[in-house]
């Protein structure tokens, strides 16, 4: 009896685990039990037992040769992951109605039609681009339209993945190569960029290098410039000077009224400062003139965009510039000095003629003193080429070396009267006007 008992206990209790759905029908219940994951007991011969499985279905969603928005065909592969809804038992009874007794794969097989088909119809409303550009809005919009009808077999959609794109006519390759082909371009324009900006910074330190050249270049010709003219300055005051001093000197051997002398070499001064002064300003007109000359070429290399041959030809032509206007300012400080000086000899002749010119017979008087001497030599010269002199007395005469210094003596006395003859200048009388 116990053994019986057991058996028939045995085989009326049922289970199932957490992943199965038991359906229990018959007599007396009108209508069928659901029990997720737990026991049953079953009344033999009166009611029937049934399972379904819960368990998380995996489905590739293949659409081969499908034609886009545009018309490209294009073949897709989805994956979905779905199973039968346990939690909301009336999704449980509907799919329990839609699935109860068929296998795993029949299953499968309905819910992969479903899903194939709205894939089809998400595919017909968007272009090659956008389901290859943008996957989730492709996956979201199969997943949101199958969702709908697969609630009502009681299907939950957990969710869908676009797996794969392919196509027979390299649309989707050309796609990349095109996307290639711009970063490629994107790429060489960078480094052509870069190569440029390389290019302008070794151009501009290239031309700051230059200007520093040049500037170096008008410094030291403005340098021997300025020398130069210091120089003149210099030459030209000391010519100054000694002419004045040598017309000081000729005055005063003159006698020549000191107090007008001074006056005269004051204004010469004052003229002489003015003369300096319009020099001086002339100096500072042709300095600028210079520096505009020089600085306008080098500020023509900022043009930096010009080629390597025309960078070269106007560094040879602003060198051969700067050294021209080198040997410009050289010659014209020269050529002053050159010239200053021979206006310093000029007005020292000048002024000596004025002095020669206002005294008159004493300044003539002067210079016939100062040549008298140089006279007597020239005529005692003869004697002293004579190796021997023989002296013979006439019947007055004087015997000896004092009858020699007498015949010059004698023509010493006879100069008066032939400077007389010749300039007009009666000696003995300008004499004892100036010692009156």
């Not at 079953?42 to 399972?51: A, C, D, E, S």
């Not at 002749?349 to 030599?377: C, G, H, R, S, W």
Request: proline fraction near 2%.
């Amino acid at each position: 009896f116990f053994t019986a008992t057991r058996s028939f206990a045995t085989m009326s209790f049922y289970t199932c685990g957490p992943n199965e759905a038991i359906v229990l029908s018959g007599w007396p219940k009108s209508q069928p039990s659901y029990l997720v994951g737990g026991r049953v007991f079953k009344l033999p011969f009166i009611q029937k037992l049934q399972k379904i499985s819960l368990n998380l279905l995996t489905l590739n969603i293949e659409s081969k040769k499908i034609y886009t928005k545009l018309g490209v065909a294009i073949s897709v592969t989805g994956i979905a992951q779905v199973k039968i809804e346990s939690m909301n038992e009336d999704m449980l009874k509907t799919a329990c109605k839609q699935f109860l007794g068929m296998r795993e794969s029949q299953i499968c097989d309905v819910i992969s039609e479903t899903l194939e088909g709205h894939q089809r119809a998400i595919m017909g409303t968007m272009t090659v681009e956008e389901i290859y550009q943008d996957r989730q809005k492709f996956s979201q919009a199969v997943f949101e339209v199958a969702s709908r009808d697969l609630l009502n077999m009681g299907i939950t959609v957990v969710s869908f993945t676009l797996q794969s794109i392919a196509d027979d006519h390299e649309y989707l390759s050309s796609l990349g190569k095109a996307r290639t082909a711009e970063v490629h371009r994107d790429a060489r324009i960078g480094q052509s960029k870069q190569q440029s900006d390389a290019g302008i910074k070794e151009a501009s330190a290239k031309q700051i290098k230059e200007d520093a050249h040049y500037k170096n270049l008008i410094g030291i010709a403005e340098s021997e410039r300025e020398n130069l003219v210091k120089m003149a300055e210099y030459d030209i005051q000391i010519k100054t000077k000694k002419a004045d001093a040598d017309l000081a000197k000729d005055l005063q051997n003159a006698k020549v009224n000191q107090n007008i002398m001074h006056a005269n070499v004051g204004v010469l001064l004052v003229e002489r400062q003015k003369q300096i002064e319009l020099m001086e300003q002339e100096i500072i007109r042709r300095e600028k003139e210079l520096e505009a000359t020089i600085k306008l070429p080098a500020q023509a290399e900022k043009y930096r965009k010009e080629t390597l041959a025309e960078a070269a030809k106007n560094k040879a032509i602003l060198e051969a510039e700067a050294k021209a206007e080198a040997i410009k300012a050289r010659g014209e400080a020269n050529a002053f000095a050159i010239n200053a000086k021979a206006q310093a000899e000029a007005e020292a002749m000048k002024k000596q003629a004025e002095a020669f010119n206002q005294y008159k017979d004493a300044a003539i008087l002067d210079m016939v003193l100062e040549t008298l001497p140089k006279v007597a030599a020239e005529i005692a010269s003869p004697l002293a080429n004579v190796d021997k002199i023989t002296m013979v007395a006439g019947p007055n005469g004087e015997i000896g070396a004092a009858k020699i210094t007498g015949e010059v003596l004698e023509i010493m006395n006879k100069l008066p009267g032939t400077i007389n003859s010749l300039t007009g200048l009666d000696m003995q009388k300008t004499i004892n006007i100036s010692s009156i």
